[in-house]
C-alpha cells in the first residue's frame, strides 16, 4: 500500500517515468493497482476512516494479487481532476472515488481513460467504465430518528449536515419523520456547514444547535467534535460513520457504520477475474452496508425495542420510513398515503419534509 497526497503525487508521476522496462515474467507477476481518493484524511473517524477500513480489507483477503494506494484530503472541485488521472496514469486499473462531489470529475477522466475501470460513491453518472456505489444510510437515520424522538424532553432536535445534496436531505427528511412518528410535534433545526470534515466549524454549528434549544444532535459530518460538544454539554447525540463511543462515552447514544469491506473486495475480485462490469449498486441494512453500533445504556429499554424492530423492518422488507402521507415544508403533500417513494427519487432527493427549519 501506498500513502500519495496532493503535494506529492505529481512527484510520484515523474519518479515512475524514469522507471526502467521489465521483461515479460515481471509484468506476469505484478500487482494490480487499486486507487482511492479520499475527501478527508483517513483518521477523521468517520467518513473517510470508514472507507479506509474497507480499502484495508481489500489488502487482507486479496494478499499479493493487489496492491492499494490512496490519496487523502482531495476536493470536491476541479482540482480532484488532475489526482484522478494521476491514479490512472500510474497503472490503477479501477479507482474509487468516494464522495458525491466527485461525480463529475470522475465521468471527465474516465472519458480519457476508457480501459481504467472508475466506481463513483453515492453518485448518479455512470459510463460503460463507470460504476456507481450507494449505501442506505436513510434506514440509518429512521433508527437514530425513533431513538431522539423518543427520548428528547424539549422535541427540538438538531441536525448538523454539510451540504444540501441528495444523500444529506435524504437523511435529514428520514431523521425527521422518524422522530415526529415517536412525537408528532417534533421539529429539527437543520445547519448546513457547506463542508465534510471540519472540526471547529462543526463544534461551532453545534453550539448553535444547541442555543436553539436542541437536546439531542445528529451529525452528517465526519468528526467527532459535536460529539465531544454535547459530551461537555451532557447531552445527547449520535456518531456518523462509525462507532465514536470513545470520544463521548455519554453523550453517543449509537451510530450508523458504513461497511464498505465487503463490496469494495468484490469488486476489486471482479477486476481480477476480469468480470467487472458497470453496475448500479445501492445496498442497506439487508446487506449488511449499515450497521448501527451497539446502544448506550441511557436508551431505556422500550426505545432499544423500537430502534431494533426499525432495523429488523428494514431487512425483512415491512417498514420503510418514506411511506406516505408526506408533507413538504410548505405543507404541500408529496407523497400521498398508503404510497411509498421509489429508490430512484429518493436518490435525487431535493425538498425537506414538515417540521424540518434551517437554523443559520
Same mark, same amino acid.
Given at each position: ?101 466527485? @461525480? ?236 411509498? @417513494? ?19
Amino acid at each position: 500500500m501506498a500513502i500519495i497526497t496532493r503535494r506529492t503525487f505529481m512527484q510520484a508521476a515523474g519518479a515512475a517515468a524514469t522507471l526502467p522496462v521489465l521483461g515479460n515474467k515481471a509484468f506476469a507477476a505484478e500487482k494490480i493497482k487499486i486507487g482511492f481518493i479520499f475527501l478527508g484524511p483517513v483518521g477523521d473517524y468517520g467518513w473517510t476512516w470508514a472507507h479506509n477500513k474497507g480499502r484495508m480489507q481489500v489488502e487482507k483477503e486479496l494478499g499479493d494479487k493487489v496492491e492499494t494506494v490512496y490519496v487523502e484530503n482531495v476536493q470536491e472541485d476541479a482540482s480532484a481532476i488532475p489526482v484522478i488521472r494521476d491514479l490512472a496514469q500510474q497503472g490503477c486499473k479501477l479507482i474509487f472515488t468516494t464522495s458525491y462531489g466527485y @461525480m463529475d470529475q470522475t465521468i471527465a477522466v474516465a472519458k480519457e481513460f476508457p480501459n481504467v475501470k472508475f466506481e463513483h460513491c453515492t453518485g448518479y453518472k455512470r459510463a460503460d467504465n463507470v460504476a456507481t456505489y450507494n449505501s442506505k444510510f436513510h434506514e440509518g437515520r429512521a433508527v437514530l430518528g425513533t431513538i431522539a424522538g423518543k427520548m428528547s424532553k424539549s422535541g427540538t432536535l438538531g441536525y448538523l449536515g454539510s451540504y444540501k445534496v441528495p444523500e444529506v436531505v435524504l437523511g435529514v427528511n428520514s431523521f425527521a419523520l422518524a422522530a415526529q412518528k415517536q412525537n408528532p410535534n417534533a421539529k429539527v433545526k437543520l445547519v448546513l456547514i457547506d463542508s465534510w470534515f471540519d472540526p471547529p466549524k462543526e463544534a461551532a454549528a453545534t453550539e448553535t444547535l444547541i442555543n436553539l434549544g436542541c437536546d439531542i444532535v445528529t451529525t452528517h459530518t465526519d468528526s467527532p467534535g459535536p460529539l465531544q460538544i454535547l459530551e461537555q454539554k451532557k447531552l445527547y447525540g449520535f456518531g456518523q460513520g462509525a462507532d465514536m463511543s470513545r470520544f463521548a462515552p455519554s453523550a453517543h447514544l449509537t451510530a450508523i457504520e458504513d461497511i464498505w469491506g465487503p463490496y469494495y473486495v468484490e469488486r476489486v475480485k471482479a477486476i481480477v477475474d476480469g468480470s467487472w462490469k458497470s453496475t448500479d449498486t445501492w445496498d442497506g441494512m439487508k446487506e449488511g452496508t449499515v450497521v448501527i453500533s451497539p446502544y448506550n445504556k441511557a436508551v431505556p429499554a422500550d426505545v432499544v425495542k423500537l430502534a431494533d424492530d426499525i432495523q429488523t423492518g428494514y431487512k425483512n422488507g415491512s417498514y420503510d420510513i418514506f411511506k406516505g402521507p408526506i408533507y413538504d415544508q410548505a405543507g404541500t403533500l408529496k407523497v400521498k398515503e398508503g404510497e411509498t @417513494m421509489k429508490l430512484a427519487d429518493l436518490a435525487v432527493m431535493d425538498w425537506f419534509v414538515k417540521g424540518v427549519e434551517s437554523a443559520a
